[in-house]
Structure formats: structure tokens, C-alpha cells
């Protein structure tokens, strides 16, 4: 079965410290895809990265990073240097490529950046 | 903008009534995905349409049902409203039927039932 696992529920940093996200995921396809999105306090859905299975070099984009590692099927995400901005939900997902076409989140996580 | 587009963005209705959501996917998607986003539930799939055709079916109760019609976009009915159908509902839409490869998202439906 798929799922997801963002074991940190909420998270509280000060401005500019890093922060890592984590996220666990199961499935039993070779063929699969991971996402991470942002969902701000307006509530929209903010697409972020989209990383196929076949794919573990690790990404970078401005102060944002991650780490996809299948041999502990983790897909971490870190912001560097954080900021008030950066306070949402964010969600890892997966989506199976064979399977029946959905994405199956994770529960989120709360990220509080103090300023 | 993704592209997406959901209407209306707050709906506010009491119980036992019947309410439809809309959504227009992305110029050329031909896949339509619903998500229902509650509290204490996080994001459920509820359904996918692929070109007019149910594809798949996820945690959507039998008094919702949904329907994409041939210019593609999609409807979400919900009826007999409970004040637990209470959430926020979106809409997604990818370009085929094989994996969630292009992920956008609209910017949601809020519905309160009272």
C-alpha cells in the first residue's frame, strides 16, 4: 500500500536558522513520483518539486533543497536561511505511475518561522 | 496561477442542502482530480475523470458525485450536506491518465455548512 509519512507535526525556528522537513514514504512500485507542496495561510496549494523515482540526484532551488534517498525511502526537504515567508503547511506526496492515478499525501507540516 | 480554476471560492450553505462545485482545468489536461481538505482528515482523494470518463475512485461518499463534461471541465455535487462536509475542497488537473506527472492545483473551494 502507498503512503506517507511527515512524522513532524509542526515546527517552530527562528528567522534565518535552517529547517528540515521530513517525509517517509511507502510503496511497493519501482515506478513512482514525489512531490512537495506549500500551502500558505491563504490555503492555495503551492506545487514546489516534482521528483520521479529514477531521479535521486538531489535538487536545489534558491534556498530551497532536496534530498531524495531510496535506499531509506526518505524525500527530505531543507530551506536554508528561513523566513517569515516560508511560515505554512507543507506536504509531501506520492503518486504511483502504475497504479491508479492519484496523489496520496502526507498529514503536513505546520512550519512556524519567528521572526 | 496555476491554471486551475475553481468556483466559487466560498460557499456557505446549511445542512440538508445541495451545493455544486466547478472546476476548469489546464488548457489541454485532460485528467480531473477532486481532493477534499478537513481538519482532522488532511488532503483525501475523492475522484479522478479522465476525458470524460471516471478513472479512479478514492474516499468520496455516495452523496457526492461528480461529473467532467466534454469541454473537460468538472463538477462536484455534494448533497444532503452534513456540517462535517465542512472543508476545503480542491481541484487538480494533470495533462493524461498514467500518474500524477504534472501537479497543479486550483486554489480550492471553502465550503461551510451551518
Known amino acids: 500500500a502507498q503512503k506517507v509519512t511527515q512524522a513532524q507535526t509542526e515546527i517552530s525556528v527562528v528567522e534565518k536558522e535552517d529547517v528540515t522537513l521530513d517525509c517517509v514514504y511507502e510503496?511497493?512500485?519501482?515506478?513512482?513520483?514525489l512531490f512537495w507542496y506549500k500551502q500558505p495561510p491563504s490555503g492555495e496549494l503551492v506545487f514546489l518539486i516534482r521528483?520521479?523515482?529514477?531521479?535521486?540526484q538531489n535538487e536545489i532551488s534558491g534556498r530551497y533543497s532536496w534530498n531524495f534517498q531510496k535506499s531509506t525511502s526518505s524525500f527530505n526537504f531543507t530551506i536554508t536561511a528561513s523566513q517569515v515567508v516560508d511560515s505554512a503547511v507543507y506536504f509531501c506526496?506520492?503518486?504511483?505511475?502504475?497504479?491508479?492515478?492519484?496523489?496520496?499525501f502526507g498529514k503536513g507540516t505546520r512550519l512556524h518561522i519567528l521572526p | 496561477d496555476s491554471g486551475v480554476t475553481q468556483t466559487p471560492k466560498h460557499l456557505i450553505t446549511a445542512t440538508g442542502q445541495r451545493v455544486t462545485l466547478r472546476c476548469s482545468p489546464r488548457?489541454?489536461?485532460?485528467?480531473v482530480y477532486w481532493y477534499q481538505q478537513s481538519l482532522d482528515q488532511g488532503l483525501q482523494f475523492l475522484i479522478q475523470?479522465?476525458?470524460?470518463?471516471?478513472?479512479a475512485k478514492g474516499n468520496i461518499l455516495e452523496r457526492f458525485s461528480a461529473q467532467q463534461f466534454p469541454d473537460l471541465h468538472s463538477e462536484l455535487n455534494l448533497s444532503s450536506l452534513e456540517l462535517g462536509d465542512s472543508a476545503l475542497y480542491f481541484c487538480?488537473?494533470?495533462?493524461?491518465?498514467?500518474?500524477?506527472?504534472?501537479?497543479?492545483f486550483g486554489q480550492g473551494t471553502r465550503l461551510t455548512v451551518v
Open positions: 521528483r520521479n523515482s529514477f531521479d535521486e
Open positions: 510503496t511497493r512500485d519501482t515506478t513512482y513520483y
Open positions: 475523470y479522465y476525458n470524460g470518463e471516471e478513472r
Open positions: 506526496a506520492l503518486s504511483d505511475h502504475n497504479r491508479d492515478d492519484k496523489i496520496i
Open positions: 488548457s489541454g489536461d485532460l485528467s
Open positions: 487538480a488537473s494533470s495533462p493524461g491518465d498514467r500518474g500524477f506527472t504534472e501537479a497543479f
